[in-house]
Nanobody, 120 residues
């Protein structure tokens, strides 16, 4: 079965960095575009960034463009999100996901999430 397992979240001060990872299994990872989405407390799920199956095309939301960078290693079935210059508004649970429109938060599979807390 499809499994997506995120890791790498934590508590960080504003201006700091984190690297999130997502281990995928149960499907042909290199055949699928992948994305990161997040949900802040009391808010809807928000699309963050997407990457095509071969990694050749990447998209990012305006709110994170230039600060967050998505990447993948198809040889390891891994998806990554580098978070730089973090802000308190980036506090959220971050999920990796498969499927759905490239610039939307909807997906057909999503992991359990990893929490990122940014202190001011």
């Amino acid at each position: 079965q499809v499994q997506l397992v995120e890791s790498g979240g934590g508590l960080v001060q504003a201006g700091g960095s984190l690297r999130l990872s997502c281990q995928a299994s149960g499907f042909a990872f290199d055949h699928y575009a992948m994305k990161w989405v997040r949900q802040a407390p009391g808010k809807d799920l928000e699309w963050i960034s997407s990457i095509y199956s071969g990694g050749e095309i990447r998209k990012a939301a305006d709110s994170v463009r230039g600060r967050f960078f998505i990447s993948r290693d198809n040889s390891k079935n891994m998806l990554y999100l580098q978070l730089n210059n973090l802000e308190p508004d980036d506090t959220a649970v971050y999920y990796c996901a498969r499927g759905g429109p490239m610039t939307a938060a909807t997906s057909d599979y999503r992991g359990q999430g990893t929490r990122v807390t940014v202190s001011s």
